[in-house]
């Protein structure tokens, strides 16, 4: 009887194992949010992971699962610029995209419009968590480098790192000319809070 327990206990233990085994791997919960270029938003679920039971491995990028011969130790996302307005990146949208936020796991990841004092190409600012970065080519790349338990770090070609100088541009601020700047656009109407001060004689 002793013997009995003895080997019901190794199975068990076995059993464990193997659950352990199976589980190895990471799913990290994502949250995308797109906007299109006709201002429309479109959101989806976004998760990235990799599963391996020890025998068959598996990399999930948003409704999409592909095996692979063993555990990625990274993947690349591509933003292509397209005439200077808009975006395409294949795993997001089938069609350009005007902006994005994507909620993974622990991480932000957004690409915005903002017009700096410096203009940079598109006026785009890339963000990944509390770092930011301008396109230098039309076309960029975010790999995602993995550990055990998920995204260990982030590296970004084919654009440039902000060392956070190139700030927001003033909309009250004159240009250097002595010119009137052109506040033309109807969609962006100041409220009476918002309005520039008249400047002082």
């Known amino acids: 009887m002793k013997y009995l327990f003895i080997f019901v206990v190794l199975l068990n233990s076995i059993a464990a194992l193997a659950e352990d085994k199976s589980s190895n791997g990471f799913l990290l919960e994502g949250k995308l949010v797109v906007i299109d270029p006709y201002k429309k938003t479109h959101e989806k679920n976004m998760p990235m992971g990799i599963s391996d039971d ?45 902006s994005f936020t994507w909620q993974l796991g622990e991480h932000k990841i957004s690409l915005y419009k903002e017009i700096l004092r410096k203009p940079v190409k598109g006026d785009y600012i890339l963000s990944i968590d509390d770092k930011d970065y301008f396109f230098n080519n039309r ?12 995204i260990e770090s982030f590296d970004v070609s084919g654009m440039v ?41």
């Open 54 to 98: 020890g025998n068959l491995q598996k990399f999930t990028i948003g409704e999409n699962q592909y095996k692979v011969p063993g555990k990625p130790e990274k993947y690349s996302i591509a933003i292509l610029l397209q005439d200077n307005n808009f975006v395409w990146v294949q795993e997001f949208h089938s069609k350009p995209l005007k």
């Open 161 to 201: 790192a902000s060392l956070g100088l190139n700030r927001a541009k003033d909309k009250c601020e004159q240009p250097s000319d002595g010119s009137e700047s052109d506040t033309s656009d109807e969609e962006e109407k100041d409220s009476e809070e918002t309005k520039c001060k008249p400047p002082e004689s």
């Open 139 to 150: 076309l960029a790349q975010i790999t995602f480098i993995f550990n055990d338990e998920g």
